[in-house]
């Protein structure tokens, strides 16, 4: 009887049926997560590009002088940088702020911070203040334009470390910023 449940144990370690689908379940958490911030990150970075794009399209109405010349509001250009940014990202007030103000110098230039002591983001962010004579800055004006945009995080575990929020929220912040000299128009 020995020899025999010695044999049948021996025909059992030799056995490898299922031996993939226990790996596979070892394995395959990892693997997902792993592939979802990968992808997530991806999009992420895609986002930040299409803002780049939009915000630089956007701004040279500023810095060509027909903003000026169309008496283009702050919700007038809002909607032209949605139009750019549509594709990809919603135009909802909670997510994307832009900032556009005016300087006479580079020296005199200045922006608020994108956060507040509280870790939300500034209020403030969300202005049009492009000089004193024209609404939207003379010739030669310092112009910074600035966009910011909460980007949803949705990967477990990865939301965490990748949200740059201080207040802990499921985000990334990306953003765009051009500072130029408006031409001589």
Known sequence: MTARRLNILKRGLRNSKGTAAIEFAMIAPIFFMLFFAITESGLAYFANMTLENGVAESARLIRTGQAQGLSITKAQFRDIV????????????????????????????????????????NEDLDAYQLGQSSAAGNAQDIVLVRAFYKWPLFTPGFAEYYSNMPNGDNYHLISSSFAFRNEPF
């Open 82 to 121: 949605c139009e750019q940014i549509e594709m990809l990202m919603s135009c909802d007030s909670d997510k994307l702020y832009i900032d556009v103000r005016a300087f006479s110098s580079f020296g005199g230039a200045g922006f608020q911070n994108e956060f507040d002591e509280d870790g939300n983001i």
